[in-house]
């Protein structure tokens, strides 16, 4: 069965620390990895899209690694700020216009 | 930047009436989807939408939902006599080719 885990399910760290969230999953077979953060009672919002043929990808503060042999992927957060307090999905995609598969999220704290 | 729109945000309805979610995709997608989450639970697949057609439908998608495409740029979820159990959040979203999801702010279907 294909499943998705996030690793932990809530972090709370001081302002200014940098931070790694965890997804792993279990069909290494993917087209590509999404991740997205959700405020809460909100929607989802796009932060990375990586290709299954890509290591990682960059934008801004934020730096998503993709290891497909290993069924890994980590989100990098640098400098954490108050305003990164959400939940952090990820859900991998195995084919072209398929659905996607989430984890459960990490529900990230950061303190000022 | 364009959006995928959901209206409305919240719905509250009696158990056994009608209910239709309204989402208008991003215009040049060509992919459409639904998705919900129950509250504190992962989000859900619930079917992809393909060339007018039904491209996959999970076993949450029984015969009691539904999915148009009505007039080219909607796209609407049905469920025809809802449940206690249909109470969650609903998200759209599209697609282009290769480029990630895109999903709107949701809609949040009370049923009482």
């Known amino acids: 069965k294909q499943e998705v885990t996030q690793i932990p399910a809530a972090l709370s760290v001081p302002e200014g620390e940098n931070l790694v969230l965890n997804c792993s999953f279990t069909?290494?077979?993917?087209?590509?990895l999404q991740w997205f953060r959700q405020d809460p009672g909100k929607g989802l919002t796009s932060l990375l899209l990586i290709q299954s043929s890509q290591r990682e990808q960059t934008s801004g503060r934020l730096n998503a690694s993709l290891d497909k042999s290993s069924g890994r992927s980590t989100l990098y957060i640098a400098a954490s700020q108050p305003g990164d307090s959400a939940t952090y999905l990820c859900?991998?995609?195995?084919?072209?216009?398929?659905?996607?598969?989430f984890g459960q999220g990490t529900e990230l704290s950061v303190k000022p | 930047e364009p959006e995928v729109t959901q209206t409305p945000s919240h719905q509250v309805t009696q158990m056994g009436q009608e209910v239709i979610l309204r989402c208008v995709p991003i215009s040049n997608h060509l992919y459409f989807y639904w998705y919900r989450q129950i509250l504190g639970q992962k989000v859900e697949f619930l079917v992809s939408f393909y060339n007018n057609e039904i491209s996959e439908k999970s076993e949450i998608f029984d015969d009691q939902f539904s999915v148009e495409r009505p007039d080219g740029s909607n796209f609407t979820l049905k469920i025809r006599s809802t449940k206690l159990e249909d109470s969650a959040m609903y998200f759209c979203?599209?697609?282009?080719?290769?480029?990630?999801?895109?999903f709107g702010s949701g809609t949040r279907l009370t049923v009482v």
């Open positions: 859900a991998v995609i195995y084919n072209q216009g398929g659905k996607l598969i």
């Open positions: 069909d290494s077979a993917i087209y590509n």
């Open positions: 979203a599209s697609m282009k080719q290769s480029y990630g999801y895109t």
